[in-house]
């Protein structure tokens, strides 16, 4: 407890944009964010008052800060488990608990659960030996996914494999290196959806619109809200995969579902879904919610760990579409001036930078447009987006 | 420059809510808000990442503090005129400057000016002794409104006069302890207004939507947003004199601009306008902005400060209405508690709290409501801020 302002104490371990924006959220809760941060320019150590620093894996550093805190949630999914367990049995809350978290660190253990729960797994299997690789390929057909089951983001960690040569050497060097595997086949998918939804340990869930999340290699570009022309039947069903899945995993906080979804003839709407990923604090593919919901996700995964009733999900607006920026080449001209370029092209278009260095293919902010025509808004964003990369149009 | 991020640093004096709020705006523009603080428990000292403590009437203190930023600007009006000449002469960049703050500053100053610039005064008077209010009251009819030049704010510098004999005692007695006055004949007026708009330094200017406040004991406790059923013409008219204004003092960053409608069947759309007050920062009136128009007026306060072109001034939706949450009585049902009750009452109402101790009157945070219908949008409104307030229906 604050005794300055009578409100419990919240602390994110990890001081990325997460943490950053969860700060900002949690401003007008009457809160200060308390941040483990590794260094002093991380993005949410600019901005929060209240930051210790130290290592997430050091269990020394996490103890003498959760302890500080009433309440401790996570900007990422690099926290060990044992970690998070220990903390847990000396009656810190930390949430989501180590249990449900597990599935978001860990893809074996989440395609395992996936397919004990009966939700849409892919096929896939885990790969503990060169053999596996090379014989499931064979199986489901060239070319295949394989992932590293713990660690990857943002295109990491994932190897597209063409065929049984390839298989064999690639799984037999990663393999060498320590590294668990699993292989996936290569779904035929349509596009990619996303949904987010937020649980509280009371167990109130409460589900964000389906969304469009655009890839590029790898990495999300763009996120489209409500998700263009979604049948109906799948919406529901994809919203009501979410809110099972946090339910069942235990999940407190939000849960971000990636999702693929893949023509099948014989579905409701002609089509169904299948779980990509799992990721369990506020996640790229819910920045749009800052302004395109009435209530952030920010703000909702604030209220979720606090154990607050969940706010409104609805929509501000028809067509929301968010965009990343990403770093360009460093030196141009300086990211001032092309603020002020792109305020003067959109001034509609809202800006989050993230206080960080400028470093190809990095993420360094987004920007989120909305209207009532998808084309438009659409064209708007990345017009937006491309000035604070390039600095011209 | 803060080198870490390549932008410019904006400083402001003073770490009430209204730089709390600018703060929570300043993140999303890549910025991190440094204040200059009277005390670690300040609203914006418990949220900020960069905080100065120091008095603002210290020129020393300021000195200090505004060589550290690009730009300053004011959460309030009490830094004395003299300081920022001084520092402005030293080269720091001040915004609003000091000939235009003085408008907001000395409402003798500011009547003369709107007088010699033809904009709507009421009747008034400068009080040098207790004949001239006397006098006054004699013209134009009891009862007259006496006000403190100086200083006043949230009713307080401000009397109501009912007769002669009590216009001779109070006025000898604020005189001999050194208050400078002016009376004002007492407006009938149907309602107050506000507009809000910012200036670059530039020259650009962009006005929101004229709003309604509903004021109590002298202190704003609602707004609407777009103030119901205000005639075209004089919404036009009203916009349109705050942006001459805002030019015509050389305000850079927000003016508001508090306004008495006044019946007037000569007028087209059958009422007129004359200016209350001025304010020259984010104010009260424009806290529906954060959520109820596309660029906040903390976030526009900011762009003007720093020369960036204007954001967009739309509403985001048809009705937006923002309650003022005033301190009850202290103890009683905690404030975490309160809020997890309007949580549940209101998953939809936006809540922003200051992070202050609860007095009796003072405004601890606010609640903002969107949605379609006035009458019910008002009293989801006061619901929430009661919850806050009582902590029951």
């Not at 950053?20 to 941060?37: F, N, W």
């Not at 009435?294 to 969940?310: C, G, I, K, W």
């Amino acid at each position: 407890m604050d005794s300055r302002t009578g409100l419990p104490v919240v602390g994110m371990v990890g001081g990325g944009q997460l943490a950053r924006m969860t700060h900002q959220a949690a401003i007008a809760l009457g809160q200060s964010l308390r941040v483990l941060a590794l260094a002093p320019d991380d993005g949410a150590a600019l901005v929060a008052a209240d930051v210790q620093y130290g290592d997430h894996t050091d269990l020394a550093a996490l103890r003498t800060f959760a302890k500080s805190c009433d309440v401790v949630t996570f900007d990422h999914e690099h926290v060990p488990t044992g970690h998070i367990r220990a903390l847990a049995e000396e009656g810190v809350k930390l949430f989501p608990p180590a249990d449900a978290l597990l599935h978001a660190q860990d893809k074996r253990i989440m395609r395992e659960r996936l397919g004990a729960l009966g939700a849409p797994n892919p096929a896939w299997r885990p790969v503990a030996e060169p053999a596996d690789l090379v014989d499931f390929g064979a199986e489901v057909g060239w070319p295949v996914v394989l992932k590293a089951a713990r660690g990857g983001y943002d295109g990491r960690g994932v190897w597209m494999v063409a065929d049984a040569a390839q298989a064999a050497d690639l799984a037999a060097t990663l393999l060498a290196g320590g590294t668990s595997l699993i292989v996936e086949e290569r779904v035929a998918l349509r596009r990619e959806l996303a949904v987010q939804v937020a649980r509280s340990p009371f167990g109130q869930v409460a589900a964000y619109p389906v969304v469009e999340t655009v890839q590029r290699d790898g990495i999300c570009v763009e996120v489209l809200a409500p998700a263009p022309d979604l049948p109906e039947e799948l919406a529901v069903a994809a919203q009501q995969l979410a809110i099972d899945l946090a339910t069942a995993l235990g999940v407190v906080g939000l849960l971000a579902v990636e999702l693929f979804e893949v023509a099948d003839p014989a579905a409701p709407g002609g089509a169904r879904v299948v779980v990509n990923e799992l990721a369990m604090r506020p996640h790229n593919s819910g920045h749009w919610t800052i302004e395109g919901a009435r209530t952030s996700q920010f703000e909702q995964h604030l209220r979720a760990v606090l154990d607050y009733p969940m706010g409104d999900t609805s929509l501000t607006a028809p067509v929301v579409v968010m965009a990343n920026v990403l770093g360009g080449e460093p030196g141009g001209i300086p990211i001032d001036e092309r603020l002020h370029h792109l305020f003067a092209a959109e001034p509609g278009a809202k800006v989050h930078l993230y206080g960080k260095q400028v470093r190809p293919g990095r993420k360094i902010g987004h920007v989120t447009v909305l209207g009532a025509e998808l084309d438009e808004v659409r064209t708007r964003a990345a017009r937006a987006a491309r000035w604070l990369r390039e600095g011209h149009q």
